[in-house]
């Protein structure tokens, strides 16, 4: 299997300069496109990370979005239906029947977004920078076989509550797992607004649900 990491920006990116105006990142899976009577539409399940003030302020203003034929949310969970005009078409290459997303296009917060794709030949992954229409500034940061236990496909997570969520992704973001750490507990809740005590309690609740699906989810090295 070949696995290729994407990099870059599009002009006509719908999702892009609202990450970057509300310090959202949008993790984004492409379900499908196609064509009809000169349009072009396609279906996008979106996962949103950031605070929930600024992720309501994201969504609010993503509903105005024009093109969205069709738009359902549930949480940070959203499902869209969007429609372009058809010379988008050229954006299919993303679609290619032999190329696998094996995660999420995450749309960053400084406006740029990774791709990652897998294929069992070279050639697709390499035929996207071909085929794709010039406004795509794309570069690939890496292209290279890989193994299956390398390779993430969508598992189902666990269930945390909002607070729980944004306190997990602030003190990762923040560097409160790092060595040493760059942020404190004190320093975490003061962002969130809360206590110590009850950060602390949105942490380990958000670990204990969290740690045993990771490590039911490792691969074994002998395993392939």
């Known amino acids: 299997m070949w696995k290729a990491i994407f990099e870059g920006s599009h002009k006509t990116c719908i999702i892009a300069p609202r990450c ?4 959202v990142t949008d993790f984004v899976y492409l379900l499908n496109a196609w064509e009809e009577n000169n349009k072009f539409y396609y279906t996008e399940a979106h996962i949103l990370q950031g605070t929930e003030q600024n992720k309501e ?10 093109t969205n034929k069709k738009f359902e949310r549930k949480g ?8 372009r005009p058809g010379w988008m078409a050229a954006y299919m290459p993303l679609w290619d029947k032999r190329i696998i997303q094996t995660k999420p296009v995450i749309q960053k917060q400084d406006g740029m977004e990774v791709w990652e794709m897998a294929s ?5 992954l390499i035929n996207i920078l071909h085929r794709l229409p ?3 500034k794309i570069k690939i940061k890496s292209i290279q076989q ?6 993430f496909l969508p598992h189902i997570m666990p269930k945390l509550s909002n607070k ?3 306190a997990i992704q602030l003190a990762v973001k923040e560097g409160y797992f790092d060595f040493p750490r760059k942020i404190n507990l004190e320093g975490i809740a003061k962002r969130m607004k809360i206590s110590k005590q009850t950060l602390q309690q949105h942490l380990r609740i958000a670990e204990k649900k969290l740690v045993p699906f990771l490590t039911e989810n490792i691969l074994d090295e002998n395993y392939v």
Do not use: A, C, G, M
Request: aromatic share 16%; charged share 45%.
């Open 20 to 23: 970057k105006r509300y310090s």
């Open 57 to 66: 302020l994201f969504v609010n203003d993503f509903k105005k979005e024009k």
């Open 76 to 83: 940070n969970f959203i499902i869209t239906l969007t429609e």
């Open 120 to 124: 069992w030949d070279k050639e697709p």
């Open 134 to 136: 010039k406004e795509f």
């Open 146 to 151: 890989t193994k299956l236990d390398e390779l």
């Open 164 to 166: 729980q969520k944004e």
